[in-house]
């Protein structure tokens, strides 16, 4: 079956450190794949996604490419901020003809970011 | 601009007790669903509903029912909760479209004693 595996946290970075967050899925066919993320006491939200190999998805400064050698989709930012701290979702859509409710999520990934 | 709502916010069971997790959507979406957050596990699908009149069930749908009472409105029923049940329960909805977002709930925050 499908399966996400993100790298584990917590991470800890000062204010306008360099983040990559790693993502490796494991799917059949041709999944698309997102990061949500997930601010204190709230629930989750898109930050980006890509939906098909070579696609670089983009969203407030964060980046990730859709890598369907290495089947991975890691997170980047150059720069992060104070408010960029919250738990981030790696996740993956099932090829299966045209419905979403086949979302596998990774455990997520705690960003702490100090000032 | 509502989007997802979720009552209740917490919710404190003893084991066996029964009760309903509420959800209803603004947005005019097909599909909902339920997730359950637990730590170091990630979100796990409970069930879902891809358009009114139909529910099926997810990766850990036992001990859970569902009804999708209208286009709007998702709830989740345990009829005997029991302290495995413990967690955090997310409602989503989205439209019926390939790769398009979820939209989320801020959540409840459910312990059963």
């Known amino acids: 079956g499908n399966s996400v595996t993100q790298m584990e946290g917590p991470v800890t970075l000062s204010e306008e450190a360099f983040l990559t967050i790693n993502c490796t899925y494991t799917?059949?066919?041709?999944?698309?794949l997102f990061w949500y993320v997930q601010y204190p006491g709230e629930g989750l939200q898109l930050l980006l996604k890509?939906?098909?190999?070579?696609d670089k998805g983009s969203n407030k400064g964060f980046e990730a490419t859709y890598r369907k050698e290495t089947t991975s989709f890691h997170l980047e930012k150059g720069s992060v901020q104070v408010s960029d701290s919250a738990v981030y979702f790696c996740?993956?859509?099932?090829?299966?003809?045209?419905?979403?409710?086949?979302?596998?999520f990774g455990k997520g990934t705690l960003l702490t970011v100090n000032p | 601009n509502a989007g997802v709502t979720q009552t209740p916010k917490f919710q404190v069971l003893k084991t066996g007790q029964s009760m309903t997790l509420q959800c209803a959507q603004d947005?005019?979406?097909?599909?909902m669903y339920w997730y359950r957050q637990d730590p170091g596990m990630g979100l796990r699908l409970i069930y879902y509903?891809?358009?009114?009149?139909?529910?099926d069930k997810g990766e850990v749908p036992n001990g859970y029912n569902v009804s999708r009472l209208n286009k709007r409105e998702f709830s989740l029923r345990l009829e005997s909760a029991a302290p495995s049940q413990t967690s955090v329960y997310f409602c989503?909805?989205?439209?019926?479209?390939?790769?398009?977002?979820?939209?989320f709930g801020n959540g409840t925050r459910l312990t059963v004693t």
């Open positions: 989503a909805s989205s439209v019926l479209l390939k790769n398009s977002p979820l939209h």
């Open positions: 799917a059949t066919g041709y999944p698309s």
């Open positions: 890509a939906t098909k190999a070579d």
């Open positions: 996740a993956l859509s099932g090829d299966s003809g045209g419905s979403n409710y086949k979302l596998t």
């Open positions: 947005m005019n979406h097909n599909s």
């Open positions: 509903s891809a358009s009114e009149g139909t529910t």
